[in-house]
């Protein structure tokens, strides 16, 4: 099947009753990969966001209430669980081949949306969100929040992920350094054409600020459109008031990208 292509679709409880929820099989290099869609209820020529979740399985898994708080802003959002995950074919790789279910989902969600996609990733998200915007040549701006961006940093910060990055990698970055670095969007982020808007919180200990400032530092050397929104009083969780006003800020800014 083409990759993109929808193999089925089903309604799923929405938290909002002004968003529509679905969750969503679709097809991503030959496996069947699921993903959920929020749409406003009410019609309109609606932009989309592709949200890249982050964590690995049931960790950081995709929260139908996160997703539905940006559809009612007035966006299309689509959320892929990445492979292996939920039921779905094959085996998350923590930004390997399952990059591939990101690439293809853009595909998805322009079936119910406007040609504009913007990309929001979370965490471990934004690998995800910079290979798409690699890999991709029709994404409007990426919005990567306490976002990583190096592997081989991740395994340093993160002793508790260690054992899991050893089994998907095949090595430590010494033994197995190759498959770290294809990991790796710096060595390609020349590519990306779009904005991106780097958010971070500076008591990020699940995903260290460095991983925000190697990307700033890798995109100015570039001379490719950024911004960037450190807050030096918040950890990997904003606090909730502070969630939703960042959450209503990046809308704003994506819009603003449109133009």
């Known amino acids: 099947m083409e990759n993109g292509a929808i193999e089925s679709r089903k309604m799923y409880p929405s938290p909002n009753p002004h968003v529509r929820l679905t969750e969503i099989v679709y097809w991503s290099d030959g496996l069947r990969v699921k993903g959920l869609l929020a749409e406003p209820k009410e019609a309109g020529d609606w932009s989309g966001i592709l949200y890249l979740r982050g964590g690995i399985q049931s960790i950081g898994m995709v929260r139908p209430a996160r997703i539905a708080q940006f559809a009612a802003q007035g966006f299309v959002v689509f959320a892929p669980y990445y492979r292996g995950n939920r039921g779905g074919e094959g085996r998350d790789e923590f930004a390997g081949a399952d990059r591939w279910d990101a690439v293809h989902a853009v595909d998805v969600l322009k079936q119910f949306s406007n040609e504009k996609v913007h990309v929001l990733a979370f965490s ?32 340093k910060e993160r002793p508790d992920m260690r054992r899991m990055m050893k089994r998907l990698y095949g ?33 990020d200990e699940n995903v260290y600020p460095g991983q925000a400032y190697l990307l700033e530092e890798a995109l100015k050397m570039n001379g490719q459109t950024y911004e960037t929104w450190y807050f030096p009083e918040y950890t990997h969780f904003f606090p909730p008031a502070a969630n939703r006003k960042t959450a209503r800020a990046l809308t704003e800014w994506m819009r603003r990208q449109e133009q």
């Open 171 to 203: 090595g430590t970055p010494n033994t197995a350094l190759t498959a770290y670095e294809e990991r790796n969007p710096l060595l390609r982020l020349d590519e990306v054409k779009a904005p991106v808007l780097i958010i971070h919180g500076l008591k």
């Open 124 to 155: 471990r998200g934004g690998i995800m969100a910079l290979w798409t915007a690699v890999l991709r040549e029709d994404i409007t701006s990426v919005v990567t929040w306490a976002g990583v961006t190096d592997t081989v940093l991740t395994y």
